[in-house]
């Protein structure tokens, strides 16, 4: 079965940039949507941005300091998240969603990023 | 952006009884859209449900949910232990997708 396992930096400092990186094992990346979403302390999940067929799509709430890319050859996609503050400290999680269902399933397991210098 | 309001924000009930959680949009959901997760401590959410009332791979069939529109429904038939989480209805019909602020399901 598709597992999701999210990887980078748990500390980036204030202005810098959140760089993250969802490895995909079991299955392909082809056929889904390939979505970050983030869950901040005692707020709601938030969908941040997908890409699928090499098309992006992204929350207009970080749109101006974010991007998402994919490196099939690794199975792998990656969330740029650039000038951060202490709002973007979340749960980061990676999601896939196939082209002809809805939700996410699976989701990696997340990874806690604190913004903090 | 399409708001998702869900109730109630807890949900004290026993096992074996029957949950009935709700959701409402601000708006309109595409095609029927909307999805349910669940989430328990220390884990990532789990889809439960999408286009409103398909159940995902290996969901019990004590999962049920129904609605459209602008109102959705996800019922739990009789309650097990494992049941006592976080749900999260989520949309997906139009962008940014959207999730509500969840209803917590607790022992009584």
């Known amino acids: 079965q598709v597992q999701l396992q999210e990887s980078g930096p748990g500390l980036v400092k204030p202005s810098e940039t959140l760089s993250l990186t969802c490895t995909v094992s079991g299955g392909s990346l082809s056929g889904y949507y390939l979505s970050w979403i983030r869950q901040s302390p005692g707020k709601r999940l938030e969908w941040i941005a997908y890409?699928?067929?090499?098309?992006?799509k992204y929350n207009p709430s970080v749109e101006s300091r974010v991007s998402i890319s994919v490196d099939t050859s690794a199975n792998q996609f990656s969330l740029k998240l650039r000038s951060v503050t202490a709002a973007d400290t979340a749960v980061y999680y990676c999601g896939l969603t196939a082209d002809n269902r809805g939700g996410f399933d699976p989701w990696g397991q997340g990874t806690l990023v604190i913004v903090s210098s | 952006e399409i708001v998702l309001t869900q109730s109630p924000g807890t949900l004290p009930l026993s096992p074996g009884e029957r949950a009935t959680l709700s959701c409402r949009a601000s708006?309109?959901?595409?095609?029927?859209?909307l999805a349910w997760h669940q989430q328990k401590p220390g884990q990532a959410p789990r889809l439960l449900i999408y286009?409103?009332?398909i159940r995902a791979t290996d969901i019990s069939d004590r999962f049920s949910g129904s609605g459209s529109g602008t109102d959705f429904t996800l019922t739990i038939s009789r309650l097990e232990p494992e049941d006592f989480a976080v749900y999260y209805c989520?949309?997906?019909?139009?962008?940014?997708?959207?999730f509500g602020q969840g209803t917590r399901l607790e022992i009584k």
């Open positions: 286009g409103a009332s």
């Open positions: 890409i699928y067929s090499g098309t992006t």
């Open positions: 708006q309109s959901v595409s095609s029927n859209f």
């Open positions: 989520q949309q997906y019909g139009s962008s940014p997708l959207t």
